[in-house]
């Protein structure tokens, strides 16, 4: 079976993932999954959720084996039900793979084209987006200070080395830390020279 064709986006917490994924998503021919999502959309009693719940209310990572086979059970969901055509549409992935390990284990599924590393330098800034988004869209995982704190650590921890696992010519770091548009305008000027 072909891979899929793949746009990471990549970075911290806070640092516009979801922003930007939700924005390229609308574009025809993309398709955005957001692990994040995928997960707070389990049902809380449902063996899956239940590892879920356990792992994101300590603000860890839930484990890489399991994080790639509901994502795999996921997509093949959204091609069953027609919102995405593997032949022609290509994915666009944020937050996922989170570190190597992933890496290694999405290899087979996808064909990634380009990694989008959102950077963010400002922590208090990033801090600021995930307490925004918790009263916003009722995400109780990004309000406590504690949580959000043990997140970036992870984050800085785990999934730097994902940035050394792919070609450095298909990594490109964007400053994230500016506004949301022009952020956008840099990722689609970059797009349009992806193979």
Known sequence: MARFKTLLLFGAPGSGKGTQGKILGDIPGFVHVAC???FRNLRVGSPLGSVFLEYSSRGSLVP????VKLWREYIDGLVV???????????????IPRNAAQARLMEEHINVLRLYYLDCLDKDLMAL???????????LDDASDAVIKNRLYVYEAETQPVLNYYPENKVRRIDSGR???EVLGDIIADMQTVG
């Open 36 to 38: 994040g999502e995928v």
């Open 64 to 67: 890489d084996a399991f994080t």
């Open 81 to 95: 039900s027609g919102r995405f055509d593997p032949k022609s549409d290509v994915l666009i992935l944020d937050g």
């Open 129 to 139: 987006r995930l307490k925004r988004r918790a009263l916003h869209e009722n995400r």
């Open 179 to 181: 506004q949301p548009l």
